[in-house]
C-alpha cells in the first residue's frame, strides 16, 4: 500500500510536541496506518494476547466496503470532542449497517501523561476483546483521569466495569506487553505523516482533527464510489 500523506492541519487537533511516544521508541510499524490484522499481519513474536489485541480494535463487517481508520491519542482533548460528537454517527450510520468497517491505530503524544497507560489499559482489555468498550469508557471519564497525578488505579476500576477478567487484565497492564502494538501502531502512523491528534483516514483519503459528521459522509461516499464492487 503507497504511503499516505496527511494534509495540512485544519481543524482543531492535538499536535506532538516531542516527536516521540511516552516512554518508547518511534520506529518500525508499516508506511500504512492501519492495525497489523487489517493488513493480514500478525504482531511479531507468538504470542496470543497480541494477535487477539490486535484483532479486537477492529469492529464492523469484514465485508464492508470502505475502512475507516482513527489514529487517536486518548488523552486527546480533540479526540474526546470527536468521540462525543462524531463517533456515535459513524457507528449508526455507517458502521452497523455494514458500510464502513473501523480500526482504531493508538498514538499517544509525550505530553499527556497519561496517554500510554491509557492505551496500555485499552489494548490490555482488547485481549480479552472488550477494546470498544473499554475505548468508550476511556473517552467519557478524561475530565477525571486527565488530571490525576497517577490514574491507574482509576483505569483498574474502569477496566472492571466494562466486564474484564481483572486478575489477567492486571497481569497483562504490569507486564508492559502490549506496548509493542502501541509503539508499532505510532510507527505506522508517523511514517503515513500523522503528526496530531486525532487523524483519520476513510479509505486512503485523510481527515485531521475532529471533524464533523458531514465530512465524514463526504469522505466515505467518495471512498464507496472508488471501492471495487461486490462478486
Known amino acids: 500500500m503507497r ?6 492541519l485544519l481543524v482543531a487537533a492535538c499536535k506532538s510536541s516531542d516527536g516521540n511516544a511516552r516512554g518508547a ?21 507468538d504470542d496470543a494476547l497480541l494477535e487477539q489485541a490486535d484483532r479486537a480494535r477492529i469492529q464492523g463487517d469484514s465485508a464492508a466496503p470502505v475502512w475507516l481508520v482513527e489514529v487517536s491519542d486518548f488523552q486527546c482533548p480533540f479526540c474526546k470532542q470527536w468521540h462525543d460528537r462524531t463517533y456515535p454517527d ?47 469508557v476511556l ?3 478524561q ?9 491507574r488505579a482509576l483505569f483498574d476500576s474502569l477496566a472492571r466495569t466494562v466486564g474484564v477478567d481483572t486478575a489477567s487484565w492486571r497481569k497483562c497492564v504490569s507486564s508492559g506487553v502490549t506496548q509493542k502494538l502501541i509503539n508499532a501502531d505510532r510507527g505506522r502512523g508517523l511514517q503515513a505523516g500523522v503528526g496530531s491528534t486525532p487523524t483519520f483516514f476513510v479509505g486512503s483519503e485523510p481527515i485531521t482533527g475532529a471533524a464533523p459528521i458531514e465530512e465524514f459522509r463526504k469522505a466515505i461516499e467518495r471512498a464507496r464510489a472508488k471501492a471495487p464492487a461486490p462478486r
Open 90 to 136: 459513524i457507528v449508526r450510520e455507517y458502521i452497523r449497517p455494514g458500510i464502513v468497517r473501523m480500526a482504531y491505530v493508538n498514538f499517544p503524544l509525550g505530553q499527556h501523561q497519561h496517554a500510554m497507560p491509557a492505551a496500555e489499559a485499552a489494548m490490555c482489555a482488547a485481549a480479552q476483546n472488550k477494546f470498544w468498550p473499554m475505548h468508550d
Open 139 to 141: 473517552f467519557n471519564t
Open 25 to 45: 521508541p518511534a520506529s518500525g510499524g508499516s508506511t500504512a496506518a492501519r492495525p497489523a490484522a487489517a493488513q493480514a499481519q500478525v504482531a511479531t513474536g
Open 143 to 151: 475530565d477525571r483521569w486527565a488530571q490525576l497525578p497517577d490514574a
Open 3 to 8: 504511503k499516505l500523506v496527511v494534509v495540512a
